[in-house]
């Protein structure tokens, strides 16, 4: 080991602050070939007053290192217990979110992958769940070099945090209830609770801590008293407060997103074509063949993409539309699937029945679903007569398929808004196994959503930004001068599809258009720009601030036209693709242009590429969708 790395408490320059045994680093988790964790002990420790975050492994310790040298205090002024060992707490994970230009970060080496980081160079933390009581953390400097993952084998992180807390300030997201950020102490002016400082009028600060703390259920709340601290607090710690338009005739800001075109004003939208929508798919017999085979499953997406399904037929189309039988299957073969899926579901229903209340009280995670799923279960489209009432046998099912659900994916487990999107496919198919596979089906749409990182509800916003940028530059700008650039007042929308949004009728129809994945993958970001194209002359020119337009797009609940917003939808894919100068990002989330590593950095090539999408465009043939509309 190197003299300087070593953890020597005889240097006259450090000091140490905490130390744990029991914590595991593993350097690939998906290699099974290797050894993969490594034992050995996290430190917080000062080097010449310089406080730093270490990781050594065990063996460079030797093994009559003590397994724990931090203490607790038994409240304030209390005697401290070197022996105290927190023992299982919820998993954290430390990860960062970082600017890339930044200057490699220096660690020391111990071994092959011992570290020390110096705290003025951690940038973010985000708790996690991993696994049934183990914790996980995983390190990423300012520079954006993360370490391999570490595991708390035996507990401690909350205790490591409390001994951080005394050098640097960790800001929670209010976007994602798990995530800080870190700043050195004294540079920032958030450093208190949130619950101790009046960011809200009208005794509303208790906002903030509930999205802190569960962002999905205050999102399903509405914000309408969210102010100028939350909408700061939803942004990169060096981005401005206040915003205006930018000037175009400026110079672009160096933080602007290298290697993509700006959308401005410039881009010449075409008229937007005529759409009608047609009737709903009414006959099914005759689109199978002698052997029960759907003889041309396209051409069943473009009739319910274009009028839905009459509600008899909803049950077999869905069960196609969510992948529970392949298109291709017989009459025999779906007779065969469907028996092996009801198996398959009972013997995953019966691990969560037969868990006993000794064993759950040992497994939190399962507790924990359980608790959150009865919760929502009993707030779930009650009015519907289907789960109206007590002890009504659909709220039953409900609970029950969402259990069962949490034992075939548990790492994901259950997540509020999820009975969201299972109501309405029981009420369809009234069946306990068949909701659950269509469940399973929708879930591999949107299952990203629900994630704990929020990446994909980042990106959707940021994609939706981006189209709205194209179709209307004067309602984004406005937006934007309103501190609403974000769009973040769209994050329900865009969670669970807009069911908060329209009758549970229409959603019905809604989501059966959806799921055909024409005229592309997004689609549903062109259903949120044809909201905001409606809402257009309301918020321009009106006196809507922040809190004003959250209130207003909340108050859109069941007043939206599913039809009209359709055709608004579709017109605005068809403008778009017959548009000749349409940026490449606006192709990126259409789905026209997907470049490849080589190609993304080479402005001849991405020319090239956009020569061929608009001559295919003027031919009639941007997508197999787009042809078969004159």
């Given at each position: 080991?190197?003299?300087a790395a070593?953890?020597d408490?005889n240097?006259?320059?450090?000091?140490?602050?905490?130390e744990?045994e029991?914590?595991?680093l593993h350097?690939?988790?998906?290699?099974?070939?290797?050894?993969?964790?490594?034992?050995?002990?996290?430190?917080?420790?000062?080097r010449?007053?310089?406080?730093?975050l270490?990781?050594?492994?065990?063996?460079?310790?030797?093994?009559?290192?003590?397994?724990v040298?931090?203490?607790?205090?038994?409240?304030?002024?209390?005697?401290?217990d070197?022996n105290?060992?927190?023992?299982?707490?919820?998993?954290?994970?430390i990860?960062?979110?970082?600017?890339k230009?930044?200057?490699?970060?220096?660690?020391?080496?111990s071994?092959?992958?011992?570290f020390?980081?110096?705290?003025?160079?951690?940038?973010?933390?985000?708790?996690?769940?991993?696994?049934?009581g183990?914790?996980?953390?995983?390190?990423?400097?300012?520079?954006?070099?993360?370490?391999?993952?570490?595991?708390f084998?035996?507990?401690?992180?909350r205790?490591?945090l409390r001994?951080?807390?005394?050098?640097i300030v960790?800001?929670?997201s209010?976007?994602?209830?798990?995530?800080?950020?870190s700043?050195?102490?004294?540079?920032?002016?958030?450093s208190q609770p949130?619950?101790?400082l009046?960011?809200?009028?009208?005794?509303g600060s208790?906002?903030?801590?509930r999205?802190?703390h569960?962002?999905?259920?205050?999102?399903?709340?509405?914000?309408?008293?969210?102010?100028?601290?939350?909408r700061?607090?939803?942004?990169?710690p060096d981005?401005?407060?206040?915003?205006?338009?930018?000037?175009?005739?400026?110079?672009?800001?160096?933080d602007?997103?290298p290697?993509?075109?700006?959308?401005t004003?410039?881009?010449?939208?075409?008229?937007?074509?005529?759409?009608?929508?047609?009737?709903?798919?009414?006959?099914?017999?005759?689109c199978?063949?002698?052997?029960?085979?759907?003889?041309?499953p396209?051409?069943?997406?473009?009739l319910?993409?274009?009028?839905?399904v009459?509600?008899s037929?909803?049950?077999?189309?869905?069960?196609f539309?969510?992948?529970?039988?392949?298109?291709?299957?017989?009459?025999?073969?779906?007779?065969?699937?469907?028996?092996?899926k009801?198996?398959?579901?009972?013997?995953?229903?019966?691990?969560?029945k037969?868990?006993?209340?000794?064993?759950?009280m040992?497994?939190s995670?399962?507790?924990?679903?359980?608790?959150?799923?009865e919760?929502?279960?009993n707030?779930?489209?009650?009015q519907?007569?289907?789960f109206?009432g007590?002890?009504?046998?659909?709220?039953?099912?409900l609970h029950?398929?969402?259990?069962t659900?949490c034992?075939?994916?548990?790492?994901?487990?259950?997540?509020?808004g999820?009975?969201?999107l299972?109501?309405?496919?029981?009420?369809v198919?009234?069946?306990?196994?068949?909701?659950?596979?269509?469940?399973t089906?929708?879930?591999?749409?949107?299952?990203?959503?629900?994630?704990?990182?929020?990446?994909?509800?980042?990106k959707?916003?940021d994609q939706?930004?981006?189209?709205?940028?194209?179709?209307?530059?004067?309602?984004?700008?406005?937006?934007d001068s309103?501190?609403?650039?974000?769009?973040?007042f769209?994050?329900?929308?865009?969670?669970?599809?807009f069911?908060?949004?329209?009758?549970?009728?229409?959603i019905?129809?809604?989501?059966?258009?959806?799921?055909?994945r024409l005229?592309c993958?997004?689609?549903?970001?062109?259903?949120?720009?044809?909201?905001?194209k409606?809402?257009r002359g309301?918020?321009?020119?009106?006196?809507?601030d922040?809190?004003?337009?959250?209130k207003?797009?909340?108050?859109?609940?069941?007043?939206?036209?599913?039809?009209?917003?359709?055709?608004?939808?579709?017109?605005?894919?068809?403008?778009?693709?017959?548009?000749?100068?349409?940026?490449?990002?606006?192709?990126?989330?259409l789905?026209?242009?997907?470049?490849?590593?080589?190609?993304?950095?080479?402005?001849?090539s991405?020319?090239?590429?956009?020569?061929r999408?608009l001559?295919?465009?003027?031919?009639?043939?941007?997508?197999?969708?787009?042809?078969?509309h004159?």
């Open positions: 080991m190197d003299e070593k953890m408490d240097v006259p320059d450090f000091k140490l602050i905490f744990k029991g914590v595991y350097t690939n988790a998906k290699r099974s070939n290797q050894e993969t964790s490594i034992p050995g002990f996290i430190r917080v420790v000062e010449a007053g310089v406080p730093a270490e990781w050594s492994p065990l063996e460079d310790e030797g093994h009559s290192a003590p397994a040298l931090y203490s607790r205090k038994d409240g304030e002024g209390g005697e401290e070197m105290f060992d927190p023992g299982y707490e919820p998993d954290w994970a990860v960062s979110s970082v600017k230009d930044r200057e490699h970060v220096s660690m020391k080496d071994g092959q992958w011992a020390s980081l110096p705290l003025s160079e951690l940038y973010s933390l985000r708790r996690n769940r991993f696994s049934l183990r914790n996980f953390l995983v390190l990423t400097s300012k520079g954006g070099h993360p370490l391999p993952p570490l595991h084998h035996r507990g401690g992180t205790e490591l001994a951080l807390h005394h050098y960790l800001d929670q209010p976007v994602d209830g798990r995530l800080f950020l700043y050195p102490r004294g540079t920032h002016d958030v949130f619950d101790k009046q960011f809200l009028d009208d005794g208790d906002i903030v801590s999205f802190i569960d962002p999905y259920a205050t999102t399903f709340g509405g914000f309408s008293k969210v102010t100028n601290f939350f700061a607090a939803l942004r990169p981005t401005p407060v206040s915003r205006t338009p930018r000037d175009p005739n400026l110079p672009s800001h160096p602007d997103e290697g993509f075109e700006l959308i004003c410039g881009v010449e939208l075409g008229p937007r074509p005529d759409v009608t929508r047609g009737k709903p798919l009414d006959k099914w017999a005759e199978l063949d002698s052997e029960g085979r759907v003889k041309n396209e051409k069943i997406k473009e319910v993409f274009r009028g839905g009459i509600p037929l909803r049950k077999d189309v869905w069960k539309l969510l992948g529970f039988y392949p298109w291709n299957s017989t009459t025999k073969e779906r007779e065969d699937i469907l028996r092996a009801t198996d398959e579901y009972f013997r995953m229903k019966v691990q969560w037969s868990v006993s209340e000794e064993q759950e040992r497994n995670l399962l507790r924990g679903y359980r608790s959150l799923i919760r929502d279960v707030r779930t489209d009650r519907n007569t289907f109206s007590n002890d009504n046998p659909g709220l039953t099912l029950d398929v969402l259990m659900y034992m075939y994916n548990f790492d994901l487990g259950y997540v509020q999820m009975s969201d299972l109501s309405p496919i029981l009420f198919t009234q069946n306990e196994v068949e909701s659950f596979w269509c469940l089906g929708f879930m591999e749409l949107v299952h990203q959503n629900f994630e704990e990182s929020q990446e994909a509800m980042k959707q916003l939706l930004s981006i189209l709205l940028k194209a179709l209307d530059p004067e309602l984004f700008d406005f937006l309103q501190d609403s650039g974000s769009l973040c769209c994050f329900r929308w865009l969670l669970i599809w069911k908060r949004e329209f009758s549970f009728e229409d019905l129809t809604l989501w059966e258009v959806l799921w055909t005229p993958d997004n689609f549903h970001l062109l259903i949120a720009c044809a909201i905001l409606s809402q309301e918020l321009i020119g009106s006196n809507h922040f809190n004003t337009i959250l207003h797009i909340n108050e859109l609940t069941m007043k939206l036209d599913l039809q009209g917003i359709l055709q608004e939808a579709e017109a605005i894919y068809l403008q778009l693709v017959q548009c000749k100068d349409l940026p490449l990002k606006v192709q990126h989330v789905g026209l242009y997907i470049p490849n590593s080589s190609e993304e950095n080479s402005p001849d991405q020319s090239s590429e956009t020569q999408l001559s295919q465009s003027e031919a009639g043939a941007a997508s197999p969708y787009v042809s078969t004159p």
